[in-house]
């Protein structure tokens, strides 16, 4: 696998019109897209530090993935996400080495990229998406 930058840090948010303001007025940084993926029922937020960003999450279903990962963890460090050449080939790649994946093949994710997650009982606890934009 072919790993050339971290893309992004996800981070699960209970309000992500609270979060920014944190991120703008006291970070400084200042977000450049605001995008709901409704199949992964979340609304995002994007900032660029370098050339990684930072992917806030928001719920829009109390069922959804990052509203079931608040509902048990709470608001934190929800997943890494590294840039790959193809997202697909790399989650064959992670499989053929024995790890699970919660995406067999990439779908389509915020920003048009393509994404797939690694399971996290494969990668120590760190839920790891590859992302590629083919
Ligand atoms: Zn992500």
Redesign the pocket.
Known sequence: MNISHIE?I?IAVENLQEAIKYYEDVLGMSCYAVEEVVDQKVKTAFFLVGTTKI?LLESTSPDGPIGKFIEKKGPGIH?I?FAVNNATEALQQAEAKGVTLIDKVSRK?AEGLN?GFLHPKSTMGVLT?LCSKQ
């Open positions: 992004h996800g992917e997943h996400a994710g994404i998406e």
